[in-house]
């Protein structure tokens, strides 16, 4: 009786004690489940709150904030990958930008070399293949500053072979010249009367040419013939006592030249089809004029280029000692 009585007892004990580890493992099972569930909570409420800015937490918006962060991180992995280098086109030259015709005249000259003036302008003849009698063009590059005024040059010559331009020429002078004027070769001429037809707008002139007398009564249309570069001056010598004289040296060929804000003097010569010895006169004498008008003030050299071109045409360097 007492052995099994010992024999129920143990059974109950082993009972019992299987019941407590059952039950621990279960608080360990339940504990790490527990655990599990909160740390992932944790990492969803952590992306939600980085995918879902200034409050808006709906399902379309963290939907578009996840895509948008996969495009960047695609986006940061390419970068971060090793790009092969971009081939970078080869500039081209001026010349090599140009049409074949261009290029073809642009190998007849040297451009590394300095041509005397009348090599340039034949060389300048030669490159002219435009279907035009093109104007040979003289660009001389000067050391001054055109913002001092003793810097500002500004001239006229008149070319001894002409222009090559048929110019209509209008004088506004007194009653008494308007005769002379006109024999002097004058388009047109005329004192009040002429003001009459700036009054309409009507301005089919090339050169205005006026007496010192008059110029007061141009004033109000400044506006008018200033922009057109119409208006008489006496550094142009388009305002003079002696209009005859002025009408007759227009009709020669006389044009004037004045430096730009670079410090550049641009001045067309006369057309392609003159003559070469023709076109160096020309040329010659409009550097004499830029030679005698040097200012005193200026220190360092006073012509640094020389270059002639034609309409459309390539550039030819001129020695600086042709000055």
Avoid: C, W
């Amino acid at each position: 009786m007492a052995t099994k009585k010992n024999n129920d007892e143990l059974v109950t004990a082993e009972k019992q004690a299987v019941k407590k580890v059952t039950k621990k493992v279960a608080e360990l099972v339940e504990t790490e489940t527990i655990a599990e569930v909160i740390v992932d909570e944790t990492k969803k409420i952590e992306k939600t709150e980085k995918l879902a800015k200034a409050g808006k937490r709906s399902a379309k918006s963290i939907k578009e904030t996840e895509e948008k962060l996969v495009k960047e991180e695609k986006k940061a992995a390419k970068e971060d990958a090793t790009v092969a280098p971009k081939v970078v086109a080869k500039t081209r030259t001026r010349v090599e930008r140009k049409g074949k015709k261009f290029q073809e005249v642009a190998k007849l000259i040297d451009r590394n070399k300095e041509y005397s003036l009348k090599e340039a302008v034949e060389l300048a003849q030669k490159t002219a293949k435009v279907s035009f009698d093109s104007t040979l063009e003289l660009h001389i590059k000067l050391g001054v500053d055109p913002r001092h005024a003793d810097q500002n040059l500004r001239a006229n010559v008149v070319l001894p072979a002409g222009t090559g331009k048929t110019v209509k020429i209008a004088v506004f002078t007194d009653h008494d010249s308007v005769a002379a004027a006109k024999k002097a070769g004058a388009d047109i001429a005329g004192s009040d009367d002429f003001l009459q037809q700036l009054d309409k707008g009507i301005i089919d002139f090339d050169v205005l040419i006026a007496s010192p007398s008059v110029m007061p009564k141009l004033g109000k249309y400044a506006r008018i013939l200033g922009p057109k570069g119409l208006m008489p001056s006496p550094k142009s010598g388009t305002v003079t006592a002696d209009v005859a004289k002025a009408v007759s040296e227009a009709k020669a060929g006389r044009v004037e030249y004045r430096v730009d804000s670079t410090g550049i003097v641009h001045l067309g010569a006369g057309k392609v089809s003159f003559k070469t010895e023709d076109l160096v006169k020309n040329v010659r004498v409009v550097l004499d004029s830029i030679k005698s008008s040097k200012p005193a003030s200026l220190k360092g050299n006073y012509v640094l280029s020389i270059y002639l071109s034609t309409s459309m045409g390539p550039s030819v360097r001129v020695s600086n000692t042709e000055l």
